[in-house]
């Protein structure tokens, strides 16, 4: 039987580069809100298992994991990719949005795997990847909740690492900390209301395709790397905010006044 791999998001984007670069290795269990896109992937990917899930609903994903656990035997990849974004100013971001970037990018990877743990953690154990950002490591204008989520998936995955080892358990943890990528997730982002923001994204640095992500992301799980910083230019500007606060904030003020 061939080891199993779930991804979250994967109808789209990174989530569906990444099922095309596994499906030989892996019985893919693919997750995703999009049942047409979900619709796809069974006919791209056909042993695969797809399941339709709002990640926003505690609710559901528990009905789901309390699935996969009792058709399961076990689960050797576990990939949060699933994500939300938003564009919009701090004090015109409403809670609402906030409230669902946060469950969407981090209360919904934190549920997912803790239910699944005892599945990761069956026949010498498996590994959780985390789709994280550099956006987690230092602020970016516009980008308050996602900032938030991502600090917090970031903190709660590297205390869960810590955890695991102290404990001597056999599941291994990825974060992957992409900058910008080409994805649907700017293409839904949301405003500050809750509709589809309508100004285009600002950026720093260069854009990278989801094919060109995902590869490294199997490369690394294939390594048992702990963590991955693929773009040196986000990597080492989230190092100059640490070290000049002030320098990386009126550069930052800076690109976004001339976007």
Known sequence: MKPAALITGAASGLGLDLAYLLQHDYQLVLLDVNQEGLDACAQLFPSARCYQVDLSSSEALTELTELLTAELPRLDVLINNAGITHRSLARETSQQVIHKVMTVDYHAPVQLTQALLPLLEADGGGCVVTIGSMAGWMPVIERAGYCAAKSALHQYFEVLRAELATAASPVRVLQVYPSFLDTPIENHALDGAGGIAKHSRSMVGKMRSSQWMAQHIVAALE????????????????????IAPRLYQRLMQRKFAQS
Do not use: G, I, M, N
């Open 223 to 242: 390594k048992r790397q702990e963590r991955l910083f693929p773009d040196r230019f986000t990597y080492f500007a989230s190092l100059l905010y640490r």
